[in-house]
């Protein structure tokens, strides 16, 4: 650790200690008195207020008790020592303009008591208090919640970035067993097995466009040959050209 790191740590722990030693001194002044209070009893208390000239004295008398007692408390363990500073100072202000306050306070007391209650609810509790390990404990789950949420938002992130899976591949026609028909497919068609075989001579007069044809048995005529063309024959675009009409002689001249 550096020297200036060591000198910030110092004065840090000197702050701490010096807040510690003023939140136990104040507070056990006013709790000390507030306990006389309440020992005394309220009556006796609004009594002494009485004769001091306070107005509604039994009134003046638990409000200044409560007050004592319980701020006094807060501030020696330093729970809500901004709040409870505040009120003990505005209690302490309250004293020095209605009435005296009683023994074994004296006014000059009170104003140092008032003045040091603003200092802690302006200053702070310190490290050695209930308010710093409450504000511990805030920042701590306030962490966990952020570190919980870059996780979460981690994983998302991870999530989208991973490729999807291949699609599943259909089976192709060349992979089925022979003699299966492929799914997907009509059944085979009965033209097929009606076609001539590949190594069947075909006319050169024949339609060439494809349809269906019957199997012809052995020794019958193919349906829709030609038969074959005569010499001196033309064809034309596919088929055969007829042969020209001879004129009659006329006859008897």
């Known amino acids: 650790m550096s020297r200036s790191g060591q000198t910030t740590t110092v004065k840090q722990a000197l702050r701490d200690l010096a807040a510690l030693v003023a939140r136990l ?7 000390a008195n507030g306990w006389a209070k309440l020992e005394d009893g309220l009556k006796v208390t609004g009594a002494k207020f009485l004769e001091q000239g306070a107005p509604a004295p039994g009134a003046w008398a638990t409000v200044t008790m409560l007050a004592e007692l319980i701020g006094g408390a807060l501030l020696i363990a330093g729970l809500a020592v901004a709040m409870t500073g505040l009120i003990l100072f505005a209690e302490a202000l309250a004293v020095f303009v209605v009435a005296p306050p009683l023994n074994p306070i004296s006014m000059n007391e009170l104003i140092l008591l008032g003045a040091a209650s603003l200092l802690l609810a302006v200053v702070g509790a310190g490290r050695v208090s209930v308010d710093h390990m409450v504000v511990i404990r805030r920042r701590e789950s306030a962490a966990a919640d952020e570190f919980a949420a870059d996780t979460e938002a981690d994983r998302v992130i ?63 005529p193919k349906r829709n040959e030609d038969p074959a063309p005569a010499p001196g024959d033309t064809l034309v675009a596919g088929r055969k050209k007829p042969a020209p009409r001879s004129r009659r002689p006329s006859s008897g001249g």
Do not use: K, M
């Open 158 to 220: 991870a999530s989208l970035r991973e490729p999807p899976g291949p699609p599943a591949s259909l089976p192709s026609p060349a992979a089925s067993p022979p003699g299966d028909p492929v799914q997907g497919d009509s059944a085979p068609d009965d033209s097929a097995a009606d076609a001539s075989p590949p190594d069947e001579p075909v006319s050169p007069t024949e339609d060439t466009a494809p349809h269906p044809r019957a199997r012809a048995s052995a020794g019958e």
């Open 25 to 31: 001194g104040v507070g056990g002044i006013f709790f």
